[in-house]
């Protein structure tokens, strides 16, 4: 076991129980194969708020040095390209490429000149770019509180703000904002308002589903290519979030343009429930908006029949234990958890609450449509349908 006496070891130590942490090890398997006591692996966890930091950070040899910069400037002046260049110092040619763009002035590279700009790019402490712009903050913490995620609020301030770079922020900064001790330029509970709800990142955990057989069902295997590549809309991802005391609320998903509609199941979610539900929210959905529905194996659709009569869509259901032949649906589940937390009741939610939520996701940014909203994609649809 490393020495606290000993920094140079102790750094090689942290880093291999990065390493194991990046590898999939849980906290203690990692601090055991580091040769550090659980209680140590938990500290650093704390501490770094759950965020690995970039391998090899730390390792020797990782910046130019002064003598490297002068004989970057030596092969310049003598017309080196910059592969030769790089190849002489033994680097990666776009670390010499950057280098030389990131400190040339006027069209030239000084040695001594890009030595003094890259001390001072890299003085400690820095003050955060969150933490030194309030109106930045402001914005980011605004989105937060919507449940925007990072890479939404990153995207979104390109676009509100293409030409001031003091309000553009990339995702990772945010979340390190949030969860790395000492960058909290964001309120900590924040957090909360993230997907997951998290106070610490890690390792997500796949828990495994069990559904029994439904007569008459038509499987995945058998849906149209069109439905499969998502140019057509009107096909359709669904499923249950189920709370405590057997409450649940239906959610429905268009796949090609990610619209959300929820399923108020205040009487519970047997198979004529679901029916009756599904039947009424299709109701208000034009023809060309209903062509088929794909679902999971659960008893909640042995109805499927009904449904299908009533509505004129074609059913559709996955192979047992393969959620990603919902992926869409999937998602937006995992979303709607910001607002049903697990093991609480469903019961207690309206039909108005559950339409404004539905509102609500449907008027965030998403990144697969090109950063247009589910309700913008769904009105480009419709009115392509009445051109």
Known sequence: ????????????????????????????????????????GYEWFRVAGGVAPASGAAGR?????????????????????????????????????????????????????????????????KTAKLA?????????????????????????????????????????????????????????????????GRALRKPRRKDGERRGRIAGM????????EVADRAVPGHWEGDLIIGSKSTAIGTLVERSTRFVLLLHLPGGHGAEQVATAMTQAMATLPAQLRRSLTWDQGTEMAAHAQVSMA?????????????????????TNGLLRQYFPKSTSLAGYSREHLDAVAAQLNSRPRKTLGWRTPAQALQEVLDQAAA
């Open 311 to 331: 509505t004129g869509l074609d059913i559709y259901f996955c192979d047992p234990h393969s959620p990603w032949q919902r992926g869409s649906n999937e998602n």
């Open 218 to 225: 038509v499987m995945i295997s058998e849906r149209p290519a």
């Open 132 to 196: 030194g712009n309030a109106r930045l903050r402001g914005w980011v913490a605004d989105r937060l509180e919507e449940y925007w995620s990072p890479e939404q609020i990153s995207r979104m301030l390109r676009k509100e703000f293409p030409g001031e770079p003091g309000m553009q922020v990339s995702p990772e900064t945010i979340y390190q904002s949030l969860y790395v001790q000492g960058r909290g330029a964001l309120r900590r509970e924040l957090a909360a308002c993230l997907r997951t």
């Open 1 to 40: 076991m490393a020495k606290a006496g000993r920094p140079g070891a102790l750094g090689g130590v942290r880093a291999c129980f990065w390493d194991g942490i990046r590898s999939g090890l849980v906290v203690a398997e990692a601090a055991a194969a580091a040769g550090v006591s659980t209680t140590q």
């Open 61 to 125: 040899g990782r910046y130019l040095s002064l003598a490297e910069r002068e004989e970057i400037a030596v092969g310049l002046a003598a017309g080196q390209s910059l592969r030769a260049i790089a190849v002489g110092l033994g680097r990666p040619v776009s670390t010499v490429s950057r280098e030389v763009a990131r400190n040339s002035a006027r069209g030239r590279y000084r040695a001594t000149t890009a030595q003094v700009q890259a001390e001072w790019r890299a003085r400690r402490p």
